[in-house]
């Protein structure tokens, strides 16, 4: 009888993407007894209550068959007149798409952009998921390689020496995924005329627009001549503290919208039922838990920087999001180093930066969703490993 290992099975594709460096942290801090997280990006609040009695609410009513595969009517209706705040137009009936959250929104929005061979620009650092996703949408990615001297900004400068006649598009996140950096108007013009000028698309990703500390958001999609040529990706996650609801949507040009809910259709039918419900009470519910939320996380982000700053972990103040990305280069480590010797000594998980791209290395990720006991404790033993690393 004839034995078949069932790695032979294996498309070339799934063994060429490499597993996600945050999630392998994380599954080893998930083994240890009495670790400090900082790694993993998810708030630590619990749902608001108005939000999950919605649901129940919808449970209730008998409300549990499919909806329509772009969404509840009356949900995309409100995510376009919330989006109104930041500037932003669109139709409800067919230039948005509710997903299974924002990661399914990039991964429908990609397979239907992108021909095999087409190059998309991403800056880096930036989040995990975009290259493989861009990879097995039959694209390639190609780094912009962002500095800390310019606090990670991608530049015009940069960007236009990458652009060849493969490119089809530029993957931004405003705020960003690891730094916390937030592009402004100032930043995003003279890239959208870039853009503009060598007629590509912009993926922009804006799942934590609402955690901004110091300015106003602003979108890719609301600068002038650049809603055409947009797609706009965000989500319930981080502002409402969904992560486990799976809750996102995009919304971009109709042409587009509609190429992704034909895959959308065939892959994933609809998003669940209940936390479209649940979505919509966030959006017309009260607000006052999300500006709690924020003002706990400007707090907390305060507090960390100086901490950081004050053992020698030299560390930007964000604009956004929930992270940190201090620089551990005094310390001669890598970062894979540095944060696997801090997880085994003094159990404080951080994400090294160089899982998030080339302009990564000497740098860690440290999530700054968690209570001020946590960040306090966290502090003490990044303290004590910086004092005695050798």
Not at 96 to 102: F, N, R, S
Not at 115 to 129: A, K, Q
């Amino acid at each position: 009888m004839m034995v078949t290992k069932s790695s032979h099975f294996v498309s070339e594709l799934a063994n060429s993407i490499q597993p996600s460096g945050i999630r392998r942290f994380f599954d080893l801090a998930s083994q240890m007894e009495d670790v400090v997280s900082l790694g993993v990006g998810e708030p630590d609040f619990t749902t608001p209550w108005n939000i999950i009695e919605a649901s129940y609410h919808s449970l209730e009513q008998g409300y549990t068959a499919y909806t329509s595969n772009a969404g509840l009517f009356s949900l995309r209706r409100e995510i376009c007149r919330y989006l109104t705040k930041y500037d932003l137009d669109y139709n409800p009936e067919d230039e948005i798409l509710v997903t299974v959250g924002a990661s399914q929104a990039i991964d429908l929005v990609l397979r239907a952009t992108i021909d095999r061979g087409d190059e998309v620009i991403i800056v880096n650092p930036g989040f995990v998921s975009y290259i493989p996703l861009i990879q097995m949408a039959g694209g390639k990615a190609v780094p912009l390689e962002t500095k800390a001297e310019n606090q990670f900004k991608p530049t015009p400068e940069q960007l236009e020496p990458l652009i060849t006649a493969k490119t089809k598009a530029v993957f931004l996140c405003n705020p960003n995924n690891p730094t916390g950096t937030v592009l402004s108007r100032n930043d995003l013009e003279p890239i959208a005329q870039i853009v503009k000028d060598h007629d590509l698309l912009v993926y922009s990703d804006e799942i934590y627009a609402e955690l901004i500390y110091e300015d106003d958001h602003v979108s890719t999609g609301a600068l002038e001549g650049m809603k055409e040529r947009t797609i706009i990706i965000s989500g319930f996650s981080k502002a409402f503290a969904m992560t486990g609801w799976r809750l996102g949507y995009a919304v971009g040009p109709k042409e587009i919208i509609q190429a992704m809910l034909k895959i959308h259709q065939s892959s994933m039918m609809c998003a669940s039922t209940m936390a479209q419900y649940a979505g919509l009470e966030a959006l017309t519910g009260n607000s006052d838990n999300v500006k709690r939320m924020v003002r706990s996380y400007r707090q907390r982000r305060n507090y960390l920087v100086h901490q950081l700053n004050s053992m020698g972990l030299d560390c930007e103040s964000p604009g956004g999001a929930f992270y940190l990305f201090p620089s551990i280069k005094k310390t001669g480590l890598s970062s894979e180093e540095f944060a696997e010797r801090l997880l085994i000594s003094e159990k404080v998980a951080v994400v090294p930066g160089s899982v998030f791209g080339e302009s990564g290395e000497g740098y860690i990720r440290c999530s700054y969703a968690t209570s001020m006991t946590q960040l306090e404790e966290a502090s003490k033993r990044i303290q004590r490993f910086v004092e005695n690393v050798e």
